[in-house]
């Protein structure tokens, strides 16, 4: 992209740069009335309940041009933000994408950009219906907002756990706190040593997880098919301790979660050797995972047992035992927002 001529964003003016980067636009939800064009879109969810999330990501702060590829930082924008929307057991059906842009963003840059918007949305089988489109003073600002639907008992909320319910987790945790400390050790060599050609496919896997994040779209199928009804659920965006302390806050609970049971990707644990790093503390504490943490009844044992995409961590307690982590030692470790504090342990 480098060698070629570059089209600058006030060539197009503002429609002409809406209409080239959603011109065309598939749509895949009988949902989606209206799409772009108009002053608003129109949905139609007949009887089901809208649901409704927005999330803001900022360049320098939530990511860094300078190793992440347009087109995976659009989709994973869309990512981010349908998680929230898996993460209340919904589905999700529509994304509005709003974004300031400053003189130094390109046209071809967006083009990138929205290629990866574009991806996701097939991915996911969600349309774009809107956004906006404004200039910034310096960096790139992308907001988006999910909108997906529910039947009012299909819906899960943070507060809903249950003494004794199981803590279960989809995927793998901590891979991508590892994939961007590769991504940062390597933008420094790089600032030293421009020449330097690493090979870093031995790190595909949680490089991927930074940069090109999925969310677990059909756990709420799954659990359906399964008979099975969570009883609270959240994403992992901050990292498991912060996500099961909203749990536990929110549904009145303690949990122990077993440091031995977090699912773990064998790359995620070399890399955390190679950097020491524990790969536990990156998955307490590491957050970008975007995978989903829910409660079950305990009678949904043999029957979550049987899915290997699904990992049971622990349990819920009674509040007064508080939240802990059951290191594989058997201590007790305190579990706090920022992660879990060695220094204190509980019975
Ligand atoms: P308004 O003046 O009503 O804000 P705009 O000219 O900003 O309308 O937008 C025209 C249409 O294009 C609207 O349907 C709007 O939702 C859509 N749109 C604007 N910016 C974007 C964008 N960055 N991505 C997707 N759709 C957009
Ligand atoms: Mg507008």
């Known amino acids: 992209m480098s060698k070629q001529k570059l089209t600058s964003i006030s060539s197009l003016g503002e429609f ?19 799409a772009m064009g108009d002053d608003a879109a129109v949905i139609d969810f007949g009887k089901e309940q809208t649901v409704v999330s927005t999330d803001i990501l900022t360049e320098g702060v939530h990511f860094d041009l300078a190793y992440t590829p347009l087109k995976h930082l659009g989709y994973k924008a869309v990512v981010v933000n349908l998680s929230d929307i898996v993460a209340m057991n919904a589905q999700p059906t529509q994304i509005l994408v709003s974004i300031a842009v400053s003189a130094r963003t390109s046209v071809e840059a967006l083009d990138e950009l929205y290629l990866g918007i574009k991806e996701a949305c097939k991915t996911y089988q969600v349309d774009l219906v809107g956004g906006d489109t404004t200039s910034s003073k310096s960096g790139l600002f992308i907001s988006i907002t999910a909108i997906g639907k529910a039947l009012p008992n299909d819906l899960v909320y943070r507060k809903g756990a249950k003494i004794n319910d199981l803590i279960c987790v989809t995927g793998n945790l901590g891979a991508a706190y590892m994939g961007l400390q590769l991504l940062i050790r390597e933008k420094e060599v790089f600032a030293v ?99 989903i943490l829910f ?37 007790n470790l305190i579990l706090e927002a920022q992660g879990f504090n060695h220094a204190s342990s509980v019975s």
């Open 193 to 291: 040593n421009p020449n330097s050609q690493p090979d870093l496919s031995q790190w595909d896997y949680i490089i991927e997880r930074q940069l090109k994040p999925e969310t677990p779209i059909n756990l709420r199928k799954k659990l359906s098919d399964m008979g099975v009804k969570p009883s609270s659920m959240i994403d992992i965006s901050d990292g498991l301790s912060s996500e099961i302390l909203h749990i536990c806050q929110q549904s009145n609970l303690g949990c122990r979660i077993y440091e031995e049971k977090i699912p773990i990707h064998e790359q995620t644990i070399k890399f955390g050797y190679e950097i020491k790093v524990d790969a536990s503390i990156a998955a307490m504490n590491g957050g970008e995972d975007y995978e």
């Open 16 to 34: 002409g740069l809406i209409d080239r980067l959603t011109n065309a636009w598939p749509v895949y939800q009988k949902s989606t009335f209206k």
């Open 295 to 331: 409660t079950v009844p305990m009678t949904d044992f043999e029957t979550i047992k049987r899915y290997p995409e699904i990992q049971i961590i622990g349990h819920m307690v009674e509040a007064d035992k508080q939240c802990a982590l059951v290191a594989r030692d058997g201590t």
